[in-house]
């Protein structure tokens, strides 16, 4: 029987596991990847991670996942398929894709969101060698270049009056005639000089040749194409939430209720990263998540 089970071995999972090491819980990282280490490991450069200035998300999550290592955390690949309680009513079992189930006192859950994509040609190819799923990431790299912000709702809006400070032309290309975001977004929007609408607009096809250099998109049934030098899709996320379906109470987008604490309506099971509801998703505040998951089961433990 474990004392945590932490489903997710991004950010969040190995700020866990670093932190239930400390605290001498018996613990193990369960993820479904071989040496997953989360969205951030996407990232082609992390400029705003305190103290490691310029490194790049692969290598960023590497080190988390190197000091899990030396302080002792276990890991095991499998992917987490089933969530109920044991017989005893206060336990967990957790059914693995493998057939096996796993007994644990309690649950870090921080399996993340996966980015909503526009399943055209050329993203795949492109993806971080100019497309881009988060413009506080990645806005840096496009100083004094021209971008697109796919979508119109208030992320997209955001996205784009953030790069308006950085680069030098910004294409808001939304599939209707109008945006959704709210009114003072939208307002901002038109007052900043930089950035341009482009609506009734569908994207078709990234191109370039080793770097994103266009896009083409239909609009009002004609083929049209802008030279971009990078791309952020905002068009939602989505989070990996559907094993707690039924056992956490969900917001009406999906993610799990939980503040700082990260703890749920389900007694025992705890919420760290992208997957709960909060305001900012970056790594450093997915870290921070971890360490309080693992503060609020010591909690826990001692009275249950």
Known sequence: ?????????????????????????????????????????????????????????????????????????????????????????????????????????????????????????????????????????????????NVAVIGGGDTALTDAIYLSKIAKLIFIIHRRGELRANKTLQKKVEETENIKLILNSTPIEFFGDKMLSGIKYIQNSEEKSIDISGSFTAIGSIPNIDILKGIAELDEKGYVIADETGVTSAKGIFVAGDVRTKALRQVITATADGANCIESVINFLKYN
């Not at 971080?128 to 988060?134: E, L, N, V």
């Open 1 to 145: 029987m474990l004392d945590v089970l932490i489903i997710g071995g991004g950010s969040a999972g190995l700020s866990a596991a670093i932190y239930a090491c400390r605290a001498k819980l018996k613990s193990l990282v369960l993820e479904k990847e071989y040496m997953g280490l989360g969205q951030i490991a996407d990232s082609e450069r992390v400029e705003n991670y305190p103290a490691l200035y310029g490194i790049s998300g692969y290598d960023l999550a590497f080190k988390f996942h190197e000091h899990a290592e030396k302080v002792g955390a276990c890991f095991k690949e499998n992917e987490a398929v089933k969530i109920e309680k044991n017989k005893d009513k206060i336990t967990w079992k957790v059914t693995l894709d493998s057939g096996e189930t796993i007994d644990t006192k309690t649950i870090v859950y921080c399996a993340g969101t996966y980015r909503r994509r526009l399943n055209i040609k050329g993203e795949k190819e492109f993806s971080a060698r100019g497309i881009s799923y988060c413009a506080i990431c990645d806005g840096a790299f496009y100083k004094d270049k």
